[in-house]
């Protein structure tokens, strides 16, 4: 059963964010996804990857989008899912062009 993204917890949002960010560079590393299982419960995480492995990175980005509306944010939330965008990104110690690109994307769409 598809779980539907308007009605997403914020921490079910924030992992498939940090999934979309993982695979950015064209690859989800054992230690990226072990960085984001310990974010969350085992059950979360599952329901969440299942969904995930079946979009396209554009449907990814509209159902982030989507969803994104439904929460409210303060700044302090939003500064602590930035680092955790970041520490994915920089799990292999560089900042690949192609991660960049979407930090912007997503930037642009949480702000």
């Not at 974010?39 to 329901?47: I, L, M």
């Amino acid at each position: 059963m598809k779980n539907n993204h308007k009605n997403w917890t914020k921490e079910e949002l924030k992992i498939y964010i940090l999934l979309l960010c993982a695979k950015a560079d064209g690859e989800e590393t054992p230690e990226e996804i072990e960085l984001i299982k310990s974010k969350t419960t085992q059950e979360t995480f599952d329901k969440i990857y299942e969904e995930f492995k079946g979009d396209k990175k554009k449907k990814s980005l509209k159902k982030i989008e989507a969803a994104i509306g439904y929460h409210y944010y303060d700044v302090m939330e939003l500064v602590a899912l930035r680092k955790e965008i970041y520490n994915v990104f920089m799990v292999d110690k560089n900042l690949a062009m192609k991660e960049r690109y979407l930090d912007k994307i997503l930037d642009n769409i949480i702000y």
